[in-house]
């Protein structure tokens, strides 16, 4: 069982890492078949993009006009992100998006990271098997879980709250997994010494093992929070009041709320998207390192 | 414990080492408390949210519990009686393997050819990676939005797109025929991103030697790609594979944004069945017996996994 969820990009091996330009090979004429290629393979995978963001720009008589055009009669404009931004409830679901999945994130890493240590490290008695339960759970699917954690939160009077939509999500054995393999690595003299100079678990906790793990610590937090911020099911089921719902459960309600309003809806896709795909632009270099080191074993 | 613990005072003796103040017993229970210190966050949160809700949920499918918590009563596995001569259920059970048999060969083959590609090193790598990787970013309602527009029978470029080639229109999502080739197409558009990521990453750690020895023994670009790249990608495909069948085994958010199960049902998955007899239907305890006939799947297509990939790594 563990043998079919153990990455081996994060086991023993060092972590592969896509360097920021892969080898130069030298330019050759079959290159331009290739190119033509991928260009037209590009075109195709923004294609959804852009008609959404072009839809986005007109106006709903042109949005819904037949036959469907790329330049509308009446011109461009932004009415329908107006419209959403001032009428709809999606400034209230980025904020319940942040909010959830800064603090998801936030304790994922801190326990998981704590735990990591203690299965690293410390010999403590039962450690072998919560270990053992605790990489067999990796097999465990979330959408399993829902009516059971549903009751659960109903006894916990739950239902409609930040906590309820945050709780069951901070457990991530694969990141204890993660985490525990790359803290085996760290060498241990330093700790050590540390050690025997009087410094207690804690401290040489936060102050050596963390400091030099911040790549990693990195990694698994863009994994969790994107994992966080995309989630629907759980959000969609523990939710129903509008004003605490997250923007994909929100998105979710657009389409009864608008109506046929198809600029506005792809609007607010656009600015769902939006987010991500920013945070992507400035941080492409650590987010395809996390995803290519905790990938494995994230899924 | 004790024999230990003499056996050490002794060689401690011998060795004229005095350690007075430690004796191996209170070090090691130490240890033990510190162990379980670092671990009780997560070990409680673990035992809340996952251990209880398996356990608690195995204790519901063996009852007649609705979501008014009435008349609930335990009725033994008769709820698994039911679903195995529920039409509905293998229905959903059979669109979930039919999904995950569609989606799993194109994301590893499309995955595939677009990392092979990026990696002939053209200009504009950050433009190309942007491209391919960026959906994998959305959530899936982003998604669902995006191609319920495309997939639109009056004003969606899709069949715009055909009408140019003279194609009559589809009425994609509706059409039993298309809405689950449709969804796979979105869902591929979606991931592909994840994995061609990892075959980059692995495209990039084989070694440049193998390909000069190769083309010093006159092996033309074609043969290389297929006598040194494909096998060395191996260990990654075996892994997308596992992954990516795994993935697709647990769809539910696509389908139910873009088709709602529909049409007639033909593209509702297992996921969708159990959050349909839980949240629609109220009928908390089958649903929690549906959900263990889809854990059964998830184990017993991992052992499968688990033999193939055992068998893979002894030859």
Known sequence: ?299 | MTTAAQLNRRTAALDGLAKPAKTPLSSKRRDSLHGWAFAAPFVIAFLLFLIWPVIFGFYQSLTSQSITGANSELIGFANYAEAFGDVEMWRSLGNTLWFTVLSTIPLVVVALVLALLVNLGLPGQWLWRLSFFMPFLLASTVVSLFWVWMYNPQLGLINDILSTFGLPAVDWLQDQNTAMIAIVIATVWWTAGFNFLLYLAALQNIPEQQYEAAALDGAGKWRQLFSITIPNLAPTTILILILQVLASLKVFDQIYQMTAGGPGGSTRSIVEYVYETGFTAYRLGYASAVAYVFFALIIIVSLIQLRISARKGAS
């Open chain 1, 1 to 299: 069982m563990t043998q079919t969820l153990t990455p081996p990009a994060s086991s023993d091996t060092p972590p592969r890492i896509i360097s920021a330009r892969p080898r130069r090979k030298p330019f050759r004429p079959s290159s331009v078949v290739a190119v033509v290629i991928l260009a037209v393979l590009a075109i195709i995978w923004l294609l959804p993009f852009a008609w959404a963001f072009v839809t986005s720009l007109k106006s709903e008589t042109d949005a819904g006009a037949v036959p469907v055009t790329w330049f509308p009669e009446g011109g461009f404009s932004f009415d329908a992100y107006t419209k959403v931004l001032t009428e709809g409830n999606i400034p209230q679901w980025a904020f319940n998006s942040i909010l959830t999945s800064v603090v998801i994130t936030v304790i994922t890493v801190v326990i998981s990271a704590l735990a990591g240590y203690a299965f690293s490290r410390i010999d403590f008695t039962g450690k072998k098997v919560l270990f053992f339960v605790i990489i067999a759970s990796i097999i465990v699917p979330p959408q399993m879980l829902i009516v059971p954690l549903f009751y659960q939160m109903l006894a916990f009077d739950m239902i409609d709250t930040y906590w309820g939509i945050i709780l069951p999500q901070i457990i991530a054995p694969a990141m204890v997994f993660i985490l525990k393999k790359f803290f085996d690595q760290v060498p241990i003299e330093l700790e050590e010494a540390a050690r025997v100079d009087g410094a207690s678990r804690l401290r040489v906790f936060t102050q050596i093992v963390l400091p030099l793990s911040r790549p990693i610590l990195a990694a698994v937090s863009i994994f969790v929070f994107i994992a966080a911020w995309n989630n629907f099911l759980w959000p969609f089921i523990v939710v129903n009041d509008s004003s605490l719902m997250t923007l994909p459960v929100g998105l979710q309600t657009i389409e009864s709320a608008f109506g046929v309003q198809y600029a506005q809806n792809m609007a607010s896709a656009i600015l769902a998207a939006l987010p991500l795909i920013i945070v992507f632009l400035f941080f492409q270099r650590q987010i395809i390192k996390g995803v290519a080191t905790t990938g494995f074993g994230g899924q």
